[in-house]
């Protein structure tokens, strides 16, 4: 009698000795290597939208054939490495450290912003998951949408603008709950009041992108009035017209001059006209790059067009021309020219 219980007892602390231990939760997380917005607009009328797809994947090491683990994922964003701020907005950057706003929201609806740190101001985005833990170890996948926009109507420099987001700026912190027997709760927060819980920085990477095209808006030129002339031309007759254009900030472009209406075939001379009866008379005349007048301003790019870079504001180009000397007397008229204007950018 007395030798039953004392093995029975035995028994009991074998068993007490031979229970599970609790195991670590672990997390980790992959993300579209790229936020594209693609090609955006200066002064665009609408926002435009991107989106980010993370995956979250947990595991936790063998328990029991009926343990399971409840685990809360945060997902946290810091700045980036195009600016210091993360509201109202994140920068993204050209080459010439020129911004462009934009922002990562946690819901489609754009109404709040994805944080760094969790249940913060603003906060990171937050999924859960329970699965089971048999002997064998257990594991949890999910997958979450971040929504990101670039607001309408900025005022932007051509280029192609990035922030990378990795190191400090990518925070996971995850808790977990265990049980050997029934269903785990999932924790109410992400560091706290759990079984475990576990902060990794550099949890994934990822760059925002966004290319700004170059682009010349609208330009107007003034007329070149070489004035009425009496008798015949002796001396040059010197005048300038003035052609402004506007371009975004970053934009380089070049100003091509054609040989106008009245040039001869195969050449490159310039010549008003006029016409009496069905008589055409000319006079030749020379557009200019500089005010000494030596260098042409021509159509051959990289040859002898203008070129510059565009500011965002209206750039004034002044035009240098030039009547020369001629003998005799030309016959009385109105002399014209229409030169076609080409801005490539």
Request: proline share 6%.
């Amino acid at each position: 009698m007395s030798l039953r219980l004392l093995l029975g007892l035995l028994l009991l602390a074998g068993l007490v000795a031979s229970a599970p231990t609790r195991a670590a939760a672990t997390c980790t997380a992959t993300a579209d290597a790229l936020l594209p917005f693609g090609n955006v607009s200066s002064g665009a009328a609408g926002a435009t939208p991107g989106t980010l797809n993370i995956t979250v994947n947990c595991s936790t090491a063998a328990l029991s054939l009926v343990a399971t683990t409840g685990i809360r994922v945060c997902i946290g964003l810091g700045n980036g490495t195009g600016g210091t701020s993360t509201s109202p907005w994140r920068t993204m950057v050209n080459g010439s450290s020129d911004p462009l706003n934009f922002q990562i929201y946690n819901v489609a609806n754009y109404s709040e912003v994805t944080g760094l740190a969790p249940r913060g101001t603003p906060p990171a985005q937050e999924l859960t998951m329970t699965y089971n833990v048999p002997v064998i170890g257990g594991s949890g996948s999910r997958t979450t949408q971040l929504f990101a926009q670039i607001p309408a109507n900025q005022v932007l420099a051509s280029g192609s603008y990035s922030s990378t987001f990795s190191g400090a700026s990518v925070v996971l912190t995850w808790a977990w709950n265990e049980v050997l027997l029934g269903n785990a709760t999932v924790p109410a927060t992400c560091n706290g009041g759990a079984t475990g819980t576990n902060t990794a920085s550099n949890a994934f990477t990822f760059n925002a992108t966004a290319n700004v095209l170059p682009q010349c808006g609208s330009y107007l030129t003034t007329t070149m009035n070489f004035g009425n002339v009496t008798g015949g031309i002796p001396a040059n007759i010197d005048q300038t017209a003035t052609l402004t254009l506007t371009c975004l900030k970053r934009t380089a472009f070049q100003v091509s001059l054609d040989n106008g209406q009245n040039n001869p075939a195969l050449s490159s001379t310039r010549r008003m006209r006029t016409t009496i009866g069905s008589n055409n008379y000319y006079l030749t005349y020379e557009l200019y790059r500089d005010a000494a007048r030596s260098q042409r301003w021509g159509n051959t790019l990289n040859v002898d067009t203008f070129s510059g870079v565009g500011t965002g504001s209206a750039q004034p180009l002044t035009i240098y021309g030039r009547v020369p000397p001629v003998s005799g007397q030309p016959p009385a008229g109105t002399y014209n020219d229409l030169v076609q204007v080409t801005i490539t950018y």
